[in-house]
């Protein structure tokens, strides 16, 4: 019975503390120092509506936006099915997926030729949840947007630059453009 009643004790003397006080006091201390990143880095329309997270990526595929890389997540941009293909350089089926990709490109962005594709716009990654893709893959995209929505291709690629995120630290990662971002102030350019 003794036994009995220390673990009841030591129960309820590590239950709150550990199991209430801890996980509030490290949500507290999220919403405090990290407010919109611990909320998911949520991403507004100029109406205020949610329309997405600048972490996770999103299918775009009208002209008048910028393309992400594609997805092999589910059915696209899926969390809960987040992953790759699992198809290696030898699978015919990858070759045919990149394939239609490359002649979707090319008749989106007329004039182009295959060889100006960056790979990350004809191939999905790890995740198929990437936000963000090259500064030489939105590029690529420029003359279609602006084509797209009567816009001067100097001011898209002005957004372009202005979007453009360095290495982190200076020298971590490469440059990246966040399509979502993008798409957002590309709409806001042309007060949509």
Same mark, same amino acid.
């Given at each position: ?69 594609? %997805? ?52 999905? %990654? ?50 990246? =453009?966040? =399509? ?13």
């Amino acid at each position: 019975m003794l036994d009995l009643r220390r673990g009841a004790v030591a129960l309820a003397a590590f239950t709150l503390p550990v199991g209430l006080l801890y996980p509030l006091l490290l949500f507290w201390i999220g919403q405090v120092a990290f407010g919109d990143r611990a909320d998911g880095s949520l991403l507004r329309d100029a109406g205020g509506r949610v329309v997405g997270s600048s972490l996770i990526g999103q299918a775009f595929d009208a002209p008048q936006y910028f393309w992400g890389r594609p %997805s092999a997540a589910g059915d696209g941009y899926d969390g809960g099915a987040s992953g790759a293909s699992n198809l290696g350089p030898t699978s015919r089926t990858l070759a045919g997926t990149v394939q239609e990709r490359i002649d979707a490109l090319l008749k989106a962005n007329p004039g182009r030729a295959a060889a100006d594709i960056p790979a990350e716009l004809v191939t999905a %990654s790890g995740s198929g949840l990437d936000p963000d893709i090259s500064p030489a893959a939105a590029e690529f995209q420029v003359d279609r947007v602006a084509r797209a929505r009567s816009l001067d291709p100097g001011r898209v690629r002005a957004l372009v630059r202005d979007h453009t995120q360095g290495r982190a630290l200076g020298f971590l990662g490469e440059p990246r =453009v966040n =399509v979502l971002e993008l798409n957002l102030a590309l709409d806001a350019a042309a007060g949509r």
